[in-house]
Nanobody, 121 residues
Framework: QVQLAESGGGLGHAGGSLRLSCAAS????????MGWFRQAPGKEREFVAA????????YYGDFVKGRFTISRDNAKNTVSLQMNSLQSEDTAVYYC??????????????WGQGTQVTVSS
């Protein structure tokens, strides 16, 4: 019912920036929060950032606080993740997600296919 498509991944450098975008299509609940998760090789999927439908509430994983910023444009059904001060540890596949607020893996209604982010040192 809801499809999510990520874009903007690629190669970044330590200290640099990348911006990820996610476009939603299909039937979408207006109350859905959207956000990002990531998974590095050999590690569990971890929470990165989430934003409420109104955009008034955001929260971030501890490892990205102060470096990443999430935003959304409901008119375009998109959510973005601005990643600054990149670290090699940020290398992972980043997944866009949508679901009820607060965003939790167990309550997600949709996952994107993921976009690779690689940060060189």
């Amino acid at each position: 019912q809801v499809q999510l498509a990520e874009s903007g991944g690629g190669l970044g450098h330590a200290g640099g920036s990348l911006r990820l975008s996610c476009a939603a299509s299909g039937r979408f609940a207006n109350t859905y929060a959207m956000g990002w998760f990531r998974q590095a090789p050999g590690k569990e999927r971890e929470f990165v950032a989430a934003i409420s439908w109104s955009g008034g509430n955001t929260y971030y994983g501890d490892f990205v606080k102060g470096r990443f910023t999430i935003s959304r444009d409901n008119a375009k059904n998109t959510v973005s993740l601005q990643m600054n001060s990149l670290q090699s540890e940020d290398t992972a596949v980043y997944y866009c997600a949508a679901g009820p607020w607060p965003l939790r893996v167990v309550n997600l209604s949709a996952w994107g296919q993921g976009t690779q982010v690689t940060v060189s040192s």
